[in-house]
């Protein structure tokens, strides 16, 4: 049986801790919240400690400064750090700095929650962990996002 090391192994484990994780009827805003402090505590319980709103290096090519969702960084001190994009879209902008991050060290991992597919080609370089969400709209007209247990690949 081959193991699984590094980059593969941290979307592994992420994607079976996110499959234990579910919530019904949140807005879009608390989606996010809540997906980033499961992914905290994901990193907490392996010993990682979590920053939020990571500023990248600058580039010449870039002017404005680029923000990663959270960057993990194992408390031992050992191994790479884990640069974690958190979006709802097809941000071709997060897929960017999540290659950005790669390039200079990181793992880096991409936890997209929508209900449809990808349409951006993933480079090797990253890993693509989905949150399969379910969406319904109130007889407001607001949208409700509910997810279940196991509905992360």
Same mark, same amino acid.
């Given at each position: 049986?081959q ?14 801790w996110?499959?234990? &994780? ?5 807005t879009?805003?608390?989606?996010? &919240?809540?997906?980033?402090?499961t ?37 031992s001190?050992k ?13 071709l902008h997060?897929?960017?700095?999540? @290659? ?14 929508s ?13 693509l962990?989905?949150?399969? @969400?379910?969406r319904?709209?109130t007889?407001?007209g607001?949208?409700?996002i509910?997810? &279940?247990?196991?509905d992360?690949?």
């Open positions: 049986m193991t699984t090391t590094g980059l593969d192994a941290a979307a592994v484990s992420l994607r079976a996110l499959n234990r &994780q579910h919530f019904t009827d949140l879009a805003r608390e989606v996010t &919240q809540f997906l980033t402090r992914t905290i505590e994901w990193a907490a319980g392996l010993n990682y400690h979590a920053r939020r709103e990571v500023r990248l290096p600058a580039r010449p090519d870039h002017p404005h400064a680029e923000l990663l969702d959270l960057r993990l960084k194992h408390r001190g191994g790479r750090p884990i640069s974690i994009e958190i979006d709802r879209g097809n941000k997060s897929l960017n700095k999540l @290659v950005r991050a790669a390039e200079l060290g990181d793992h880096a991992l991409w936890l997209r929650w209900h449809g597919h990808v349409p951006i080609p993933i480079p090797p370089t990253v890993r962990i989905r949150a399969h @969400v379910l319904r709209r007889p407001t607001s949208n409700r509910s997810l &279940q247990a196991g992360c690949g």
